[in-house]
């Protein structure tokens, strides 16, 4: 029985199921990007997950690096981006002691972050791994979206699980329990994880965006276009203005 996030049981499924949402969003992500050319803008994904936006970076000319606390999707990730620079790792210590042109983090993978001060040592972090002007790219699930959300059942050719959710909209807590089973080698397998994931206010982004010195715009995750007061993903693409002091 796996439960740590993002074990190898539910990283396979994760991958299967969801591992694209960085594809639909890339046309957005792409037209806020520098263009890679002769120099070879460097990316840094993080939560990268099972490699889909390396992928694609890497496929258009970028230099990419991905850091995830989880191995199994790091595994993933190996797979789908064998150019990249894979790092395992916890994006509250990020320290690679380099710079990149840009850094992503994606598919709410920031509502993993779940107080503003440990959203406020993200960005400090982020920060630090770009240069002066560089592109900061990353989506969250507003509390719209988490109140949408349903309990569910997946079943497909080697198993079965069940997503059980909660949403409690005073604390913007999520809790998402995931309960499975996978054939394996010829024996079934049973996995069980539980995610914590917090819808942060417009205030609490704005301010730790603003605090790193960082300028920003909004999107709508689902039209690519205006965020409207019922939007379920609002992604941020925030630029560096100047190094601050730490
Ligand atoms: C919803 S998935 C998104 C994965 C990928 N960005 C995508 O678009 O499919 C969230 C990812 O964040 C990773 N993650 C969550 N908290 C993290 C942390 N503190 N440090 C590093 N990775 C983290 C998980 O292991 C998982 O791979």
Same mark, same amino acid.
């Not at 496929?59 to 999707?73: I, L």
């Not at 993933?76 to 992503?104: C, K, S």
């Given at each position: 029985?796996?439960?740590?996030?993002?074990?190898?049981?539910?990283?396979?499924?994760?991958?299967?199921?969801? $591992?694209?949402?960085?594809?639909?969003?890339?046309?957005?992500?792409?037209?806020?990007?520098?263009?890679?050319?002769?120099? =070879?803008?460097?990316?840094?994904?993080?939560?990268?997950? $099972?490699?889909?936006?390396?992928?694609?970076?890497? /496929?258009? $000319?970028? /230099? !990419?690096?991905? !850091?995830?606390?989880?191995?199994?999707?790091?595994?993933? *990730?190996?797979?789908?981006?064998?150019?990249?620079?894979?790092?395992?790792?916890?994006?509250?210590?990020? +320290?690679?002691?380099?710079?990149?042109?840009?850094? #992503?983090?994606?598919?709410?993978?920031? +509502?993993?972050?779940?107080?503003?001060?440990?959203? +406020?040592? !993200?960005?400090?972090? !982020?920060?630090?791994?770009? =240069?002066?002007?560089?592109?900061?790219?990353?989506?969250?699930?507003?509390?719209?979206?988490?109140?949408?959300?349903?309990?569910?059942?997946?079943?497909?050719? /080697?198993?079965?699980?069940?997503?059980?959710?909660?949403? &409690?909209?005073?604390?913007?807590?999520?809790?998402?329990?995931?309960?499975?089973?996978?054939? =394996?080698?010829? #024996?079934?397998?049973?996995?069980? /994880?539980?995610?914590?994931?917090?819808?942060?206010?417009?205030?609490?982004?704005?301010? *730790?965006?603003?605090? +790193?010195?960082?300028?920003?715009?909004?999107? &709508?995750?689902?039209?690519?276009?205006?965020?409207?007061? &019922?939007?379920?993903?609002?992604?941020?693409? *925030?630029?560096?203005?100047?190094?601050?002091? *730490?």
């Amino acid at each position: 029985m796996t439960t740590s996030m993002y074990g190898e049981e539910f990283a396979a499924i994760y991958n299967r199921r969801w $591992g694209l949402w960085s594809r639909m969003m890339w046309p957005l992500i792409a037209a806020h990007v520098p263009a890679a050319g002769l120099r =070879r803008p460097q990316w840094l994904d993080l939560c990268c997950g $099972g490699g889909t936006l390396l992928r694609l970076a890497a /496929e258009h $000319g970028y /230099e !990419v690096t991905g !850091v995830d606390q989880s191995p199994f999707q790091l595994a993933h *990730a190996r797979l789908a981006a064998p150019a990249a620079q894979l790092v395992e790792g916890d994006i509250l210590r990020l +320290n690679l002691g380099r710079e990149f042109d840009v850094v #992503t983090c994606v598919f709410d993978s920031l +509502n993993y972050v779940l107080t503003a001060r440990a959203l +406020n040592a !993200v960005l400090r972090r !982020v920060r630090r791994h770009l =240069r002066a002007g560089g592109t900061f790219i990353f989506d969250l699930k507003t509390s719209a979206g988490f109140s949408g959300e349903t309990s569910s059942v997946y079943e497909y050719g /080697e198993g079965r699980v069940q997503f059980d959710c909660a949403y &409690d909209a005073r604390k913007k807590l999520y809790q998402l329990q995931v309960r499975g089973t996978v054939q =394996r080698d010829g #024996t079934s397998c049973s996995f069980e /994880e539980r995610h914590l994931q917090r819808a942060h206010s417009e205030r609490v982004i704005a301010g *730790a965006l603003a605090r +790193n010195g960082f300028q920003f715009r909004t999107f &709508d995750a689902e039209t690519q276009g205006p965020v409207h007061a &019922d939007a379920r993903r609002v992604v941020y693409v *925030a630029r560096l203005g100047r190094h601050p002091q *730490a």
